[in-house]
Structures are given as structure tokens and as C-alpha cells.
């Protein structure tokens, strides 16, 4: 059974250019979770979505960022007009049910996309 | 919100020696995650605990939760060179999805 998948590994973009994140959760799952990690601020939630559903974007910028996750293909963070901010790391989690509330369930981390933007 | 404190930031031990790290919430913990994460790549499941009093131990790696359910600490037995990394304790909220994070314990074995 494959992890989570993330792609690309590392993904470079000058100032002012789209950013685009993968994520395919584990086999089974069917909630994904996006953190991205700052130096020095550690692992921040961002978003919690279903399939075809923002379930909870609490932890989202206001502008330029936003998440999918379509009812075919993989869940897609798109971080539009990246600023140097945004250089972190981006993680992807997914469960095969929700976790808030008590839930026993383990989120499963993926490798990650180290953004880097110039 | 709810914050999660980690402590030691960093830890060199020497190879054999034992070690704990601790996380201590400023709220009830409805289930408290233990990762591990080596240097530039992701985060690895260790342990899950959600009841007040609960051990849970892999290999030479053991979690407890307190019974107030505000402080878990991760022991290791006998530190090899694999444990090195960074030691992350998570938390659901019992409301929210998220997982809250603490900044995580560097850990170094040395030779």
C-alpha cells in the first residue's frame, strides 16, 4: 500500500509566478490535509478537505492561496503571484476518516514540496 | 487556541543512553500524536494515546499520557543512531481538524 504521495519534491518560482502542490493520499483515504512548515514557526494547519469539499480552511491566507481536492485526481494546494513568504515546506496528510472530534484516526504525512521562491 | 510546548528544543545524547522528551499542552488533549522527522523529509507516524494513564511503546520507544490528559512525554531506551531526527507531538483539539504542532525536539546521538 503506497503512502502519500506529494509531487514535485522541490519546486522553484521567481516572484509574481503560480505555484502548483500535488498530493494523492493513501489508498482508502479519503480526507487530505495541507501544513505547510515554516523555519523556526514549525508544522502550521492550512486546509482540511473531502472529495469536492473545503471542509475547514481555517488556517489559510486570505489571498492567493487556494485548495481542491476533485473527484478524480489528486488533491492540488495553488498558491497564485508566490511572494518570497511563501518559501516553507508543504505537507499533505490524508485519513480514511476524519480525525477532529476525538477520532481515532492517524493523519499520514506525505514527503513533502519545498518551495522555494526567488 | 491551543498550543503545545515541547521541551528539550535539542538534545545530544550519547549512543546507548536513554532520553525523554515532553509535550505539554495548554488544553485537554483529545488524542496526542508522536512523529518523527528526519532532516528534509516527511513525518513519520510513531504513536497515537488518547486516554488519561495510556503506554503505548514500539520497539525501544515509549509514550504515556498523563491522567490529566495535559502532558505526554516520549521515552527512548538504549539511543541508537536511527533515533536522530526531530520529534514532533501533535494534537486534535477535539474540535478541529488541524492537528496543532509543538516546534519539535532536535535530537543528536553521538557516536
Known amino acids: 500500500n503506497a503512502g502519500v504521495m506529494q509531487n514535485p519534491r522541490h519546486l522553484v518560482r521567481r516572484r509574481g509566478q503560480e505555484a502548483r502542490l500535488r498530493c494523492s493520499p493513501m489508498?482508502?483515504?479519503?480526507?487530505v490535509y495541507w501544513y505547510r512548515q515554516l523555519p523556526e514557526e514549525g508544522l502550521k494547519f492550512m486546509v482540511y478537505?473531502?472529495?469536492?469539499?473545503?471542509?475547514?480552511e481555517s488556517g489559510m491566507p486570505k489571498e492567493r492561496f487556494s485548495a481542491e481536492f476533485p473527484k478524480e485526481g489528486p488533491s492540488i494546494l495553488r498558491i497564485q503571484q508566490v511572494v518570497r513568504g511563501d518559501s516553507a515546506a508543504y505537507f499533505c496528510?490524508?485519513?480514511?476518516?476524519?480525525?477532529?472530534?476525538?477520532?481515532?484516526?492517524?493523519?499520514?504525512f506525505g514527503p513533502g514540496t519545498r518551495l522555494t521562491v526567488l | 487556541s491551543q498550543e503545545l510546548e515541547q521541551s528539550p528544543q535539542s538534545l545530544i545524547v550519547q549512543e546507548g543512553k536513554n532520553l525523554t522528551i515532553n509535550c505539554t499542552s495548554s488544553?485537554?488533549?483529545?488524542?496526542l500524536y508522536w512523529y518523527k522527522q528526519k532532516y528534509g523529509e516527511g513525518l513519520i507516524f510513531l504513536m497515537m494515546l488518547q486516554k488519561g494513564g495510556e503506554e503505548k511503546s514500539h520497539e525501544k520507544i515509549t509514550a504515556k499520557l498523563d491522567e490529566k490528559k495535559q502532558q505526554s512525554s516520549l521515552h527512548i531506551t538504549a539511543s541508537q543512531p536511527s533515533h536522530a531526527g526531530i520529534y514532533l507531538c501533535g494534537a486534535s483539539g477535539g474540535g478541529a481538524d488541524g492537528l496543532t504542532f509543538g516546534k519539535g525536539t532536535h535530537l543528536i546521538i553521538q557516536p
Open positions: 489508498k482508502g483515504h479519503s480526507h
Open positions: 488544553k485537554t488533549l483529545y488524542g
Open positions: 496528510a490524508s485519513s480514511p476518516t476524519r480525525t477532529s472530534g476525538g477520532g481515532a484516526d492517524t493523519q499520514y
Open positions: 478537505l473531502q472529495k469536492e469539499n473545503i471542509i475547514d
